[in-house]
């Protein structure tokens, strides 16, 4: 169960775990469970993003010059070899100071990502149109999601968020929230077929 090692013994999860537990006890197990439902594969802590390495050894003599290392996502959904989702994350407690930092870097890898992918489909298949990569960035008890495509520039949207509960009195209200928002979702996706 989400938090229980904590919120068993603690009304409110304890100020002094760190990002990786943060992380991977608390905001993981429901992102995880989401791409679970759709039998999308994910990994968590330190993933090396492909397409930012990709990008950085573009064009250098690997014979000659040292190779560049890949920076390390949070989290990874992989469909089929290509990673379609990566997630950022900071402290739950006093998450603010890295935010900047860490969305920077989740939109460059984003972008390497969206790039990757255009590159090793275009060798055997025509690229697809609408092609999209996601992402997330975890700040506090918030998690924003995000969208990129591209249409003569790269555009990237938030497209949802999710609050993490951090004492037992937020987990049901927090639980339904989301619950309701996905429901919501799916009901204006089906609205929006029924109109086309």
Same mark, same amino acid.
Not at 21 to 49: N, Q, Y
Not at 75 to 82: H, K, L, N, S
């Given at each position: 169960?989400y938090?229980?090692?904590?919120?068993?013994?603690?009304d409110?999860?304890?100020?002094?775990?760190?990002?990786?537990?943060?992380?991977?006890?608390?905001?993981?197990?429901?992102?995880?469970?989401?791409?679970?439902?759709? @039998?999308?594969? #994910? =990994?968590?802590?330190?993933? *090396?993003?492909?397409? %930012?390495?990709?990008?950085?050894?573009?064009g250098? $003599?690997?014979?000659?010059?040292?190779?560049?290392?890949?920076?390390?996502?949070?989290?990874?959904?992989?469909?089929?070899?290509?990673?379609?989702?990566?997630?950022?994350?900071?402290?739950?407690?006093?998450?603010?100071?890295?935010?900047?930092?860490d969305?920077?870097?989740?939109?460059?890898?984003?972008?390497?990502?969206?790039?990757?992918?255009? @590159?090793?489909? #275009? =060798?055997?298949?025509?690229? *697809?149109?609408?092609? %999209?990569?996601?992402?997330?960035?975890?700040?506090? $008890?918030?998690?924003?999601?995000?969208?990129?495509?591209?249409?003569?520039?790269?555009?990237?949207?938030q497209?949802?968020?999710?609050?993490?509960?951090?004492?037992?009195?937020?987990?049901?209200?927090r639980?339904?929230?989301?619950?309701?928002?996905?429901?919501?979702?799916?009901?204006?996706?089906?609205?929006?077929?029924?109109?086309?």
């Open positions: 169960m938090g229980s090692h904590y919120l068993e013994y603690h409110e999860v304890p100020r002094t775990i760190n990002e990786r537990e943060g992380f991977g006890d608390l905001t993981w197990p429901f992102i995880r469970g989401a791409l679970k439902l759709v @039998k999308i594969l #994910s =990994r968590c802590f330190e993933i *090396p993003v492909i397409g %930012t390495k990709e990008r950085r050894n573009t250098r $003599d690997l014979s000659v010059e040292t190779e560049e290392q890949a920076p390390m996502a949070d989290g990874v959904a992989v469909f089929e070899d290509y990673q379609i989702y990566l997630a950022e994350a900071s402290t739950i407690y006093d998450a603010k100071s890295e935010e900047a930092k969305k920077f870097k989740l939109v460059r890898c984003m972008r390497d990502s969206w790039n990757s992918q255009i @590159k090793s489909i #275009s =060798r055997e298949a025509v690229p *697809p149109s609408g092609l %999209t990569v996601f992402g997330s960035t975890s700040f506090g $008890d918030e998690t924003k999601f995000y969208a990129m495509d591209f249409a003569g520039t790269y555009r990237l949207k497209v949802g968020r999710m609050l993490v509960p951090l004492r037992q009195s937020h987990f049901a209200s639980m339904e929230t989301c619950v309701r928002c996905s429901d919501k979702n799916d009901t204006d996706k089906g609205d929006q077929k029924k109109t086309s």
